[in-house]
Nanobody, 115 residues
């Protein structure tokens, strides 16, 4: 059974930082292309970062230069370091397998950027 568990979200002021984590199990994580996606209230799902099995990454223009995705295949964990956070980054963040629907994905962790 695929299991993805995100953590690390919270309330942060604009300009602040957060580091999200995702613990993955139940599938071939080491070879999987993984994504971090987010969904803001009333909006669709947006992929913010993709990370391949070798650590190569790709980012949405909206987060490029501010977010950094990483992974440790040995322990089945993903991270998303988010710096210089903006109010428009407020959303539920999920780690997910990279496919058309980004399914399965975890339960998500809420990130709120507000002063």
């Amino acid at each position: 059974e695929v299991r993805l568990v995100e953590s690390g979200g919270g309330l942060v002021q604009p300009g602040g930082s957060l580091r999200l984590s995702c613990a993955a199990s139940g599938f071939g994580f080491k070879i999987a292309v993984m994504s971090w996606v987010r969904q803001a209230p009333g909006k669709g799902l947006e992929r913010v970062a993709l990370i391949k099995s070798d650590g190569a990454t790709d980012y949405a223009d909206s987060v490029k230069g501010r977010f950094t995705a990483s992974r440790d295949n040995a322990i089945g964990t993903l991270w998303l370091q988010m710096n210089d956070l903006k109010p428009e980054d407020t959303a539920m963040y999920y780690c997910a397998l990279t496919n058309e629907d980004y399914q399965p994905r975890g339960q998500g962790t809420q990130v709120t950027v507000s002063s």
